[in-house]
């Protein structure tokens, strides 16, 4: 693929997003950051030079088309897809409302979908483009406190490997990176309690919480030529946790 390389980042006012935005501009690329929270979008841009910052509601499908538009018009299209919007609280499936669940689910799965639906014809028409999707760790197996996050993050496997098997034959790799725990306010339901984080860091191989260093420079590799031949795949980034 010769230049330009333009990665569209959601969640990138977020801890992971933020890191792969830095990490994906460090690597040559021209940098979208989107996120629902458009001041920590533009914090991050303002970071990145050139880099631009949009504020878009991923659960709501105007939103995405509004970015759409602003995308054609600035002739800003990507060419690399990196979904690391989400959402996460600890929830019990008997006590979850119908509302909850909704706002799991539209964020996590179905604005991937939505950007996706949007982007795809565009990858297609240009027989290139690169989707890289953030799962977790919960969505391999089951948690506890997390059904259904863990539901719409095995969703996000799931579709990522149909990605790549409906759509690689056009030049367009997908693949997923499955995160253990990583320190950002996502993770504040354990950070904040150091003696349950030191019990957790005993259990795993690498003997600590992951940085969003560990997942920007997997993003990194999967983005760049390096990783060609790999398409659908689901990279576990874990420190071994689920070994
Ligand atoms: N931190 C962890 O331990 C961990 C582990 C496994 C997977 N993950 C996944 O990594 C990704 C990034 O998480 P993080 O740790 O950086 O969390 P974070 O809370 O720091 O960042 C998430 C970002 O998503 C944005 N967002 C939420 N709802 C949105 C919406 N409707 N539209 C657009 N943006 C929205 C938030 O504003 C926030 O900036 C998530 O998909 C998360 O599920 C995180």
Known sequence: MTSPKIALITGAGGGIGSEI??????????????DKNGDAAQKTANEIAGAHAFAVDLAIKSSIEELHEALVAKNLLPTHLVNAAGVFFTHDLVTLSEDEYDIIMD??????????QILLPHFIDKKYGNIINISSTAGLRGGRGRAIYSASKAAVISLTRSLSVDYGHYGIRSNVICPGLIDTPMADWITHDEPALRNWEKTLSAQRIGTTQDIANAVSFLASENSSYIYGSTMVVDGGGTA
């Open 107 to 116: 964020v996590n799965v179905k604005g991937i979908f939505l950007l996706c």
């Open 21 to 34: 935005a830095r990490k994906l501009a460090a690597d040559g690329f021209q940098v979208i950051c989107v």
